[in-house]
């Protein structure tokens, strides 16, 4: 009996350990993509984010926070700090934020 409860513990923990970080529960299926300028770039572990700042044909500004896979990770894949640099114009991929509020909305100064 004993035996059948520690192989049982065995077999279940990885399945909690692996579900830890499901993104499922974080993000919808929808896919999305966002064209703007790079405002802020935060590159850490376990997650690197990267500010973008969308601004449409009318001039209205739209803030973007897009979440990454881990420094370390990225670095891994050739990803380097300097490639994000600041003011660069960049094209983001991937799928929506499920408690994302409506994008923040400003207009420039006239």
């Not at 994000?84 to 400003?106: D, F, M, N, Q, Y």
């Amino acid at each position: 009996m004993n035996r059948f409860l520690v192989l049982t513990g065995c077999l279940i923990l990885p399945l909690t350990v692996f579900a830890h970080h499901s993104t499922n529960a974080n993000f919808t299926q929808e896919i999305i993509s966002v064209d703007g300028v790079i405002e802020q770039v935060r590159f850490l572990n376990p997650h690197a984010s990267v500010l973008i700042r969308n601004t449409s044909d009318t001039g209205e500004e739209t803030y973007w926070l897009l979440e990454t896979l881990g420094r370390t990770t990225l670095e891994r894949q050739g990803v380097t700090f300097q490639e994000l640099e600041i003011g660069a114009r960049v094209t983001a991929t991937g799928r929506k934020g499920r408690s994302c509020p409506k994008p923040k909305v400003t207009s420039l100064p006239r």
